[in-house]
């Protein structure tokens, strides 16, 4: 498993819980450009309508010798269709949002790593980066003795 990108962002903004692979339907050109990172996830959230789970604001850059620029365009996700059902239950009855985490290829094809998470608040994020720093002074301090 060859990692493309990872989503930072989804991490610092939002309580992850279940993650789940899905395939992504990629045009021609689109699929060069993730081959050579030009993918970003950062804006990126996960739609589920009329029994499909849809990629939107995902932004993939235009191949170098392409002349096609749909860059944000939405993409379909390849999921089961129980899978489907499921996210779509926890996204209406429990609030969450469908975030993608990470892009990474998977035996020759291109996946998507997607994540059910919550939203943080802003105490919540302050919260976790005071926790870090306590983590990485202790680490620090059982380093040196």
Known sequence: MKIITNNKKAYHNFFVSDTLEAGIELK???IKSVCQGKINLSDGYVVIKDGQALLKNCH???YQDSTESECKRTRRLLLHKNQILKLERQVKEKGF???PTKVYF???YVKVEIALAKGKKLYDKRQVLKEKAV???LDRVMKNH
Do not use: L, Q, T, Y
């Open 28 to 30: 021609g050109n689109e």
């Open 60 to 62: 993939i850059s235009a």
């Open 97 to 99: 949002s469908i975030v």
């Open 106 to 108: 998977s035996n020759g």
């Open 135 to 137: 983590k990485r002074d």
